[in-house]
């Protein structure tokens, strides 16, 4: 068993929490801080969704496990300039984790979430390029990320380019699933997420401008 007892979590989502694996500083684990059974999205779903889709629908760790391993092994080794890849279920003192890729800038710290990226930086021509290089993937591979920058990691690397990692905002919620099934739709589908991406990038440059404070989600916490 995995001891996280006397470790702080380096982040904190709605559902979650992230902290370093203690023997293996090049991933993370993600646990879950409240009863699948009770989440949003359970809760939000049908009657007849509830009853008949598996647990996998409902528990966040559980349904981005599955998903790493379907584009891993449909993508191959290129899915990893995209999204963190899972490693597997493992057991810890606060309850079930998923084990992930840490994303790390190329001196070893932990890299800072799109959010925190432009409120550090703004939005520069490296990044501007990364967000490019990403959506062109994306699209071209059909991969089903959302793109938000709180779920999105930007790694720095030595020649001062960077790279979008998407670290959660993972699959695809049509119940017939269409855009895995008609290019077409698929490329409507993913463009409007592009979409939203750039009006929230948008959103978060003007309430810096306008000294507007931005919260805490998708912020690292030290």
Known sequence: MIILENQ??????????VYVHPDK?????????????????RQRATWLS????SKRTFHE??????????????????AGNYFALSYDMVETDQGEALEVQLIQDYDGQISLSMKAYLLKFGLTEELKEAIEYFWDG?????????????????RQLKNKKCQLIAIDGFGLPQVVPFAKWLKSSRLKFLSKR???????IRRI?????????????GMRLD
């Open 8 to 17: 702080k979590p380096i982040g904190r989502g709605s559902h979650r929490e």
């Open 61 to 78: 760790n559980l349904s981005e496990f599955h998903f790493s391993k379907t584009q891993h092994r449909r993508v191959g080794d290129l």
């Open 138 to 154: 994306v699209m071209k591979y059909g991969i089903f990320l959302q793109g938000r920058p709180d779920n999105v990691s930007i």
């Open 25 to 41: 500083p090049d991933r993370c684990l993600k646990v879950m801080i409240e009863d699948w059974k009770k989440s949003g999205r």
């Open 205 to 217: 440059l003007e309430a810096k401008k306008a000294g507007i404070d931005q919260g805490s989600k």
């Open 50 to 53: 509830r009853t008949f889709r």
């Open 194 to 200: 592009r979409t939203k991406q750039d009006k929230a």
